[in-house]
C-alpha cells in the first residue's frame, strides 16, 4: 500500500475528527500530499493539499475549520477536522503527486450526523 489513510469515523455535527496518511518510500517527499474527498451522489473534490515549499490550499468551505499538515520527515500528512458539519459527510481520499504521477489512498470514511 502507497498511502495508508485512518482515522475516519461517525461524529456529530460540531465535532471533529484527524484524518492521517502515510506515504510509502516510493512516493517519499512528493511534490503534492493532500486530501480529496467524495460526498454521496458528487464528484470528488479537493479538500486541502499541502504543496513543497510549504504552500498551503484548501477549499473555502473549510477554511477556518480544517487544517492541513504536512510531517516531511515522517513523509505524512493530517488533516484536522473541526467544527465538521453534514455537509462534510463523505469518503476522503489521501493523495500525492511526485513526477506528474497521481497516488490515492484507499478513501476513509466520514459520517457528520445532524
Known amino acids: 500500500v502507497q498511502l495508508q489513510a485512518s482515522g475516519g469515523g461517525s461524529v456529530q455535527a460540531g465535532g471533529s475528527l484527524r484524518l492521517s496518511c502515510t506515504a510509502s518510500?516510493?512516493?517519499?517527499?512528493?511534490?503534492?500530499m493532500g486530501w480529496y474527498r467524495q460526498a454521496p451522489g458528487k464528484q470528488r473534490e479537493l479538500v486541502a493539499i499541502?504543496?513543497?515549499?510549504?504552500?498551503?490550499v484548501s477549499i473555502d468551505s473549510v477554511k477556518g475549520r480544517f487544517t492541513i499538515s504536512r510531517d516531511y520527515a515522517k513523509n505524512t500528512v493530517e488533516l484536522q477536522m473541526n467544527s465538521l458539519k453534514p455537509d462534510d459527510t463523505g469518503v476522503y481520499y489521501c493523495?500525492?503527486?511526485?513526477?506528474?504521477?497521481?497516488?490515492w489512498g484507499q478513501g476513509t470514511l466520514v459520517t457528520v450526523s445532524s
Open positions: 493523495n500525492a503527486q511526485k513526477f506528474d504521477v497521481d497516488y
Open positions: 518510500e516510493t512516493i517519499f517527499n512528493a511534490n503534492v
Open positions: 499541502a504543496i513543497s515549499g510549504r504552500t498551503l
